[in-house]
């Protein structure tokens, strides 16, 4: 009984789902947190360019993301090369309408609520050329593991400098798709308010390494959850609302990020500058993204030649007893190891050759 009933629980739900998006979100599936609040964010999530909307990570990244942002609903669809039979994704341009005609449906469903739209991979890249389009207003782009860098090395950032919405970074900090360093020459460029959260030793999908969670005495659940309260944070900012789920040891952030040294695992780098955009505030002025400051450079420069001389000591070659002595004694030493011959060809002049020990 109860799982006949749990069937047409999930064939209802399915039906509406087609009902509310026909023809354009036939295999979308929704995660939603209802509730009475008009401030609540609605969030539109696209996947990347090697899983679909069902796949685990992003079902458990729409759950994470409705109950942390309050979201009156976390929208879900598949791109049509998922199910058209197709084993590599299109380019992005090419997934650019289908996306946008998504996200003018939900905005159309929420018109009082915050639109934010997300992405994983490539879905987060298609996510800001959607937000750059005239016709969508759109309050912030979440980009999930951006994937910066082509398979053939090429820098993808025009997405990023057309931006003209706030945009939020998690990102691995071992992700071969996004150097961190690429990522912050171009945060810099940005004219848009921005901000950037690291999970340490993550790969392009937040993978740690056992070895690096026993280390850190970190789990990857944990790791993933500091991850969304920080989303959470820079929304709620971003929307001048209250997020309720926010972290109770979470300090006020003023839009401007400003990253620092090295930050204890699994950090947010957006830094509070409190005082300064409490100020701000008060006066009325707009705050400014700040680029990258100098003490983050200095402090980059100076644990590199660390590293390198700390390999130097590690891997430097001992000299040899050879190369210690005087040159006159190792130039004795080889000629006494050698037969010595005369010229007319009689033979050795000593019986045996003589050696001197090392």
């Known amino acids: 009984m109860t799982s006949?009933?749990?069937?047409?629980?999930e064939s209802d739900r399915e039906?509406?789902?087609?009902?509310?998006?026909?023809?354009?979100?036939?295999?979308?599936?929704?995660?939603s947190v209802k509730c009475s609040n008009s401030n609540s964010p609605v969030v539109v999530f696209a996947h990347g360019?090697?899983?679909?909307?069902?796949?685990?990570?992003?079902?458990r990244w729409r759950n994470l993301l409705a109950n942390a942002l309050?979201?009156?609903?976390?929208?879900?669809?598949?791109?049509?090369?998922i199910n058209g039979g197709r084993k590599a994704a299109?380019?992005?341009?090419?997934?650019v309408g289908f996306h946008s005609d998504v996200v003018r449906k939900v905005a159309a469903k929420y018109p009082e609520h915050p639109l934010i739209l997300a992405g994983k991979s490539m879905g987060s890249r298609i996510s800001c050329l959607v937000a750059a389009e005239n016709d969508i207003e759109?309050?912030?782009v979440v980009c999930l593991g951006y994937s910066l860098r082509a398979t053939n090395g090429v820098i993808l950032d025009g997405p990023l400098l057309q931006l003209t919405v706030p945009i939020m970074f998690v990102q691995g900090g071992n992700d071969r798709f996004c150097p961190l360093k690429s990522l912050e020459a171009i945060r810099i460029k940005l004219k848009v308010v921005n901000a950037l959260h690291v999970i340490e030793h993550g790969d392009h999908s937040?993978?740690?390494?056992k070895k690096k969670l026993q280390l850190a005495g970190m789990t990857h659940r944990k790791a993933e959850e500091f991850a969304v309260k920080a989303v959470a944070v820079f929304v709620s900012q971003i929307t001048n609302k209250e997020v309720i789920n926010t972290p109770k040891n979470t300090t006020s952030l003023p839009l401007r990020a400003c990253p620092k040294g090295a930050l204890p695992q699994h950090v947010s780098r957006m830094e509070a500058c409190v005082e300064d955009g409490a100020a701000a505030e008060q006066n009325g002025q707009p705050i400014e993204p700040q680029p990258m400051i100098e003490e983050f450079r200095i402090t980059k420069q100076k644990q590199s030649r660390l590293k390198i001389k700390k390999f130097q000591r590690e891997k430097q070659i001992q000299p040899t007893w050879n190369t210690r002595k005087r040159k006159s004694e190792r130039?004795?030493?080889?000629?006494?190891?050698?037969?010595?011959?005369?010229?007319?060809?009689r033979g050795s002049t000593v019986d045996k050759p003589l050696y001197i020990d090392d």
């Open 4 to 9: 006949n009933c749990s069937r047409m629980a």
């Open 15 to 31: 039906q509406v789902v087609v009902q509310q998006y026909d023809p354009i979100l036939e295999s979308a599936e929704t995660s």
């Open 49 to 59: 360019s090697g899983a679909s909307s069902t796949s685990e990570w992003m079902i």
């Open 70 to 81: 309050n979201a009156v609903e976390v929208v879900t669809f598949d791109y049509p090369y």
């Open 90 to 95: 299109p380019k992005a341009k090419e997934l």
């Open 138 to 140: 759109a309050s912030a």
């Open 206 to 209: 937040f993978q740690i390494s």
């Open 331 to 345: 130039i004795l030493k080889n000629k006494l190891k050698k037969r010595v011959y005369d010229k007319d060809g």
